[in-house]
């Protein structure tokens, strides 16, 4: 079965410091796609990153990257110097099917970026 | 371009009572994915609409239902709210080219439904 899992249900870190949030997928789909997203207190979900279970290369945007690694089934989000308003939840989520789509996310992690 | 648009954005009902939910898509993406959020479930998939049909649903009751317009509006109903249905519901709307999965879905700011 699908599953997404996010083991650190909160994290902190010091402003301009990096930190990785981690994310395990499990799936027999040869075909889907990773994604990170960012909730806010206000409730909105902003995309991140987005990573394809065939792409070679390591997604990047910004002072994201996702650390893709296929083999262990896991797509770690890197943070770069953070900054006080990264502080958020953070979403990875599944994007599979065949005909029809269905996204899975994680529970979360709460990011928490200290001055 | 415009965002994902939802209306309302907060909504109280009371037990028994039905609701009904709007989500306006991007403009040019034919996909629009539901999702419910609670503080105790998380993310939860409702459906996701593709050019009029329901292509794929989530494990929820059948008083759950949506349906999507011509115009790739979609609208999703509960019927007999419980208690539990309080939640944020959230719609993603998504281009969904031949690429498949690889596009990413942009999300709406949500309906916060309070049943009493």
């Known amino acids: 079965a699908q599953k997404i899992t996010q083991t650190q249900p909160g994290m902190f870190v010091q402003e301009k410091e990096a930190v990785t949030l981690d994310c395990t997928y499990d799936?027999?789909?040869?075909?889907?796609?990773l994604f990170w997203y960012k909730q806010p207190s206000s409730g909105e979900m902003i995309f991140l990153i987005y990573q394809g279970s065939y792409d070679q290369q390591n997604a990047t945007e910004g002072r994201y990257s996702l650390n893709f690694q296929k083999a262990r089934k896991s797509a770690n989000l890197v943070i770069s110097a953070s900054q006080l308003g990264d502080s958020a939840m953070y979403f990875c989520a599944m994007r599979e099917g065949d005909g029809g789509f269905k996204t899975i996310f994680g529970a979360g992690t709460r990011l928490f970026v200290k001055a | 371009k415009a965002g994902v648009t939802q209306t309302p954005r907060y909504l109280i009902k009371t037990r028994g009572q039905q609701v009904t939910l709007s989500c306006s898509p991007i403009?040019?993406?034919?996909?629009v994915s539901w999702y419910q959020q609670t503080p105790g479930q998380g993310l939860q998939f409702l459906f996701e609409?593709?050019?009029?049909?329901?292509?794929n649903k989530g494990n929820f009751p059948g008083r759950f239902s949506g349906r999507q317009f011509s115009n790739s509006r979609s609208e999703m109903n509960v019927s007999t709210l419980e208690l539990g249905d309080s939640a944020l519901y959230l719609c993603a709307s998504s281009l969904l080219g031949t690429s498949g999965p690889y596009n990413e879905q942009f999300f709406g700011p949500g309906t916060r439904l309070t049943v009493l």
């Open positions: 609409y593709f050019s009029e049909t329901q292509r």
């Open positions: 799936t027999s789909d040869p075909s889907y796609g």
């Open positions: 403009s040019g993406h034919r996909s």
